[in-house]
T-cell receptor, first 118, second 111 residues
Framework: GAVVSQHPSWVICKSGTSVKIECRSLDFQATTMFWYRQFPKQSLMLMATSNEGSKATYEQGVEKDKFLINHASLTLSTLTVTSAHPEDSSFYIC??????????????FGNGTRLTVT | KQEVTQIPAALSVPEGENLVLNCSFTDSAIYNLQWFRQDPGKGLTSLLLIQSSQREQTSGRLNASLDKSSGRSTLYIAASQPGDSATYLCAVPNTGNQFYFGTGTSLTVIP
C-alpha cells in the first residue's frame, strides 16, 4: 500500500505556456502533500506544503503566483507552473503522508515529473 | 535550520563488497531519519525509517544505524549487487512535517 502516482512523468513545453502536474495518493488519503524540486546532481528542495481544503504554504523564495498549488481532495494535489521559462526546467517530485499519521510515519513519494521548457 | 550532509558524494565498489554510507545532521532533536533510494530520473523509494528511540533498523541486506547524540546515521549494504547502483538519500523531518534531505551518495556497483 501507500502508492503515490505522479503524472505526467515527463513534459516538454514552450516558454510562456503553463503546465499542470498531478499528484495522487492511490490507496490512502493524504491531507498533506509536499512538492519538491530537484536540480541535476542536487538534493530535493521543498517548494511548498499542500493542505487539502486550504491554501498551500510556500517556502521562502518560491513564487506563489508562478507555482500554483491546488489540493481540492484528499487524494489529489496539483502543481501548475505558469508562464514557464527555461529556468523552470527541473525534476518535480511530490510526496504524501497518510491522513492522521504522525511525524514518525514514513513519507511516500511519486516518481517525479521531468519538465523541460524550450 | 537543520543541515544534512552525506559522505561520500560518490562511491564505486566491486560486486559482493560490503559498504557504508554516511549521513550527518546538525540538529539532534529529530523524530526519525529515513533512507531513500533514487534511480536516475525517478522518484524516491523508501528503504528504511529509523525512529529517534531506535539505534538500528534492518531490512534484508540493508542495516541503518542512528546515533542521535552525535548527529549521525549510517546505511550498511551487505554483499552489494549491480542492482544496488543508485543514489541514496537520507532525510530528517522537522516539526512542520517538512523533510530536510542530504545531497545524496551516488553508488555504482561494478559487476
Amino acid at each position: 500500500g501507500a502508492v503515490v502516482s505522479q503524472h505526467p512523468s515527463w513534459v516538454i513545453c514552450k516558454s510562456g505556456t503553463s503546465v499542470k502536474i498531478e499528484c495522487r495518493s492511490l490507496d490512502f488519503q493524504a491531507t498533506t502533500m509536499f512538492w519538491y524540486r530537484q536540480f541535476p546532481k542536487q538534493s530535493l528542495m521543498l517548494m511548498a506544503t499542500s493542505n487539502e481544503g486550504s491554501k498551500a504554504t510556500y517556502e521562502q523564495g518560491v513564487e506563489k503566483d508562478k507555482f500554483l498549488i491546488n489540493h481540492a481532495s484528499l487524494t489529489l494535489s496539483t502543481l501548475t507552473v505558469t508562464s514557464a521559462h527555461p529556468e523552470d526546467s527541473s525534476f518535480y517530485i511530490c510526496s504524501a503522508r497518510r491522513t492522521g499519521s504522525s511525524y514518525n510515519s514514513p513519507l511516500h513519494f511519486g516518481n517525479g515529473t521531468r519538465l523541460t521548457v524550450t | 535550520k537543520q543541515e544534512v550532509t552525506q559522505i561520500p558524494a560518490a562511491l564505486s565498489v566491486p560486486e559482493g563488497e560490503n559498504l557504508v554510507l554516511n549521513c550527518s545532521f546538525t540538529d539532534s532533536a529529530i523524530y526519525n531519519l529515513q533512507w531513500f533510494r533514487q534511480d536516475p530520473g525517478k522518484g524516491l523509494t523508501s528503504l528504511l525509517l529509523i525512529q529517534s528511540s531506535q539505534r538500528e533498523q534492518t531490512s534484508g541486506r540493508l542495516n541503518a544505524s542512528l546515533d542521535k547524540s552525535s548527529g549521525r546515521s549510517t546505511l550498511y549494504i551487505a554483499a552489494s549487487q549491480p542492482g544496488d547502483s543508485a543514489t541514496y538519500l537520507c532525510a530528517v523531518p522537522n516539526t512542520g512535517n517538512q523533510f530536510y534531505f542530504g545531497t545524496g551518495t551516488s553508488l555504482t556497483v561494478i559487476p
